[in-house]
């Protein structure tokens, strides 16, 4: 193993990432516009800016010392020193592209929340770090009560005394406010009072509840999700810029358009590693490969960049022509094209309440669902080529079969308002949870069981490989579905030996059978373990009175950030977060995540010592 090489590699991709924050830099100033509609304060985001600004200093200073280590080393790649570099870099990405969320602070949430049963109080425990999860205080006296829920329902805003008073209909609010903040500690930390802590906008004049900032584990889940393009996150009030500064939801929809094409692609489409690029490609853009399109592959790495930033500026443009301002508009190409699901809206895509708007994005998630080599093809005029392919004629008829029955069993369980709404619904959700973008227009956790399950069931499919997307990718499920079958025939009839065919010609090949198969163990082993290991370390008063959905909201956590989904089921919900779960189950999801994004063997070899040791 030859680490200067490797070292000089990652130092590269660390001036990368600090290069790139300077693009979000411009947005902290409210000149630019940030969104249409709302309730928005525009200040100068001096925080935000701080916090790039810090961040991308020392993302060039690691990327220095990295570089100067490895300094005088001619460039010369073979099989493990490129998976150390794919494996390495995204581990170096998150890092560095967790800084602005931590170094900010950034707000996540309320320290205080009602449980399930929308009766009972519960606050968060920052006592031990690792085990953070939320206490349940019971109920409170119907006075106190009345105030706490009005406390709760502005938001991190705060309220007046005089507002206060008229929305709790108690005489002396900040008396029970205050004999509640002596009778717990941490009510007492929860609660903050007018004058006691400075902020903005005249908030600090406000009674308020505390919101928690964004801890090691916060900060490294948002930044993994960005650049695995999961789109999953921690974050409660994304409209808020006190909380959440426009420059950081601009550099937070950056890691989606970086981890999109792939770090390591733009790395070659640059620098070009001759034979170790087809290495650091294939973990990049993970899949089996049925074009090889191996040679030349620094210009083929180029075309892959020049069709992802064309069709981020075509959606970019016909967002704007929408309605979206630049800001958000960039911002959900960034996360369509990248198949990532950030949004700059608490209601994701759903916030615009537009068909026009969900039909084009639609159509974008199919594109970016689509093998680029395909879209290699296209751009130079093989249409035809589109349409041979067998993995892309699946994936077309998995979105129109899932979909139908989705419209269908849904009319019937009276899920949508009538066909139209079916049909535009139904659409959006299926092409975002197979195409692993998981936008957001309609709560589908509201749905039917059968509708729910139908989607959980969907997130193990994922987009074609060679795509943006995550997820098993679709030619899996059709080879192992094939081998299945050969398996079977041979089990009756031993002496009948029949190839493997895809696309009428043979892929007849025992390691590709091999692969196959044990990269659908190692799915089911990590989910299975995963999901153990989160349900053990989850304490139960998170889900309150409704402790049997635990299983199921583990599993979905589990199964949504393991195929670079988003959003889940339940408590990981179309609506909800992951900010409830203990910084331990959130540094599994960081794990996961990149597991998913990128192929197993890559991170898996990290931890082999026999894979550092010399050739």
Known sequence: ????????????????????????????????????????????????????????????????????????????????????????????????????????????????????????????????????????????????????????????????????????????????????????????????????????????????????????????????????????????????????????????????????????????????????????????????????????????????????????????????????????????????????????????????????IEYTVTIFMIIAGTNFTLLYFVAFGQFRRLFDDVEFRAYLAVIAGVTLLIVVTGMRHSDFDGVSSAFRYGLFQVVAIITTTGFGTHDFDQWSSFGRGVLFLLMFVGGCAGSTGGGLKVIRHILFLKIMRLEIEQAFHPTVVRPLRLGGKSVDDPDLRKNILVYFGLILVIFVFSWIFVVAVEPDATWGTNIEHKLIDSASGVASTLNNIGPGLGTVGATQNYGHFSPLSKFLFVWLMMIGRIEIFAILVLFMPSFWRNR
Request: aromatic share 10%; hydrophobic share 45%; glycine share 10%.
């Open 1 to 356: 193993m030859n680490l200067r090489v490797v070292s000089k590699l990652l130092g590269i991709v660390a001036m990368l990432i600090g290069g790139m924050m300077v693009f979000s830099l411009p947005w902290a100033h409210p000149a630019l516009g940030h969104r249409v509609g709302g309730d928005i304060v525009e200040f100068v985001e001096v925080h935000g800016f701080l916090s790039l600004v810090a961040s991308m200093l020392i993302s060039f200073f690691v990327g220095w010392l990295l570089i100067r280590y490895g300094r005088g080393t001619e460039i010369r790649l073979y099989r493990k020193e490129a998976m150390a570099v794919v494996g390495l870099s995204w581990i170096l990405a998150t890092v560095l592209g967790a800084l602005p969320f931590w170094l900010r602070g950034t707000y996540r949430g309320p320290s205080v929340r009602l449980a399930t049963d929308n009766v009972t109080w519960q606050v968060y425990d920052s006592e031990n770090y690792l085990w953070r999860h939320w206490d349940t205080k019971g109920t409170l006296p119907a006075a106190q009560d009345s105030v706490v829920q009005s406390l709760y329902d502005a938001g991190a805003k705060g309220i007046a005394l005089d507002e206060l008073t008229e929305a709790s209909g108690a005489v002396h609010p900040s008396e029970l406010l205050e004999e509640l903040r002596r009778s717990d500690r941490d009510w007492g930390e929860a609660i903050i009072f007018p004058g006691e802590e400075e902020e903005i906008d005249g908030r600090s004049e406000r009674f308020r509840l505390r919101w928690i900032k964004m801890g090691i584990a916060d900060a490294l889940f948002e930044s993994q999700s960005g650049f695995s393009t999961t789109g999953a996150t921690v974050i409660s009030d994304l409209e808020d810029p006190v909380l959440v500064p426009h420059c950081l939801l601009f550099w937070r929809s950056s890691t989606h358009f970086l981890g999109g094409l792939g770090i390591i692609v733009l790395f070659v489409a640059i620098l070009g590693q001759g034979s170790a690029g087809k290495a650091m490609m294939r973990a990049e853009m993970p899949g089996p490969s049925k074009d090889g399109m191996q040679a030349r592959m620094q210009q083929t790495a180029w075309v892959f960049a020049a069709i992802y930033c064309v069709l981020n500026l075509v959606l970019t443009i016909i967002l704007c022509f929408q309605g979206l301002s630049v800001f958000d508009a960039l911002c959900h190409a960034f996360g369509t094209m990248a198949t990532g699901g950030f949004s700059t809206w608490n209601k994701s895509l759903g916030h615009f309440d537009s068909a026009w």
